[in-house]
């Protein structure tokens, strides 16, 4: 099964900068758009950032500026670069793709496990 692992949340004051990465890993898989999803306490869950296959990327206007998402396609990685940190930023960020599991024969839409992101001084 593909999996989706995250790494690089953590504490940080305001106005510093976070790596988050997102490594899909499993057999035979293709990859075609990837986000990064958050999730405030109390709020729903909100898409922050895409990307698709091509390189074309969107956000949300609030982290224009700041963040910014890139992918390596070879590494099946996706990450989000995010600075000038501000506490509304504090969330459970999680990774999503979609794509194609070519072993089981069927089209998926996966979720990382989240990682916490914590801007406070």
């Known amino acids: 099964q593909v999996q989706l692992v995250e790494a690089g949340g953590g504490l940080v004051q305001p106005g510093g900068s976070l790596r988050l990465s997102c490594a899909a890993s499993g057999s035979r898989f293709s990859i075609n758009a990837m986000g990064w999803y958050r999730q405030a306490p109390g709020k729903q869950r909100e898409l922050v950032a895409s990307i698709t296959r091509g390189g074309i990327t969107n956000y949300i206007d609030s982290v224009k500026g700041r963040f910014t998402i890139s992918r390596d396609n070879a590494k099946n990685t996706v990450y989000l670069q995010m600075n000038s940190l501000k506490p509304e930023d504090t969330a459970v960020y999680y990774c999503?793709?979609?794509?194609?599991?070519?072993?089981?024969?069927?089209?998926?839409?996966?979720w990382g496990q989240g990682t916490q992101v914590t801007v406070s001084s």
């Open positions: 999503n793709a979609d794509g194609y599991d070519h072993t089981r024969g069927y089209n998926y839409i996966k």
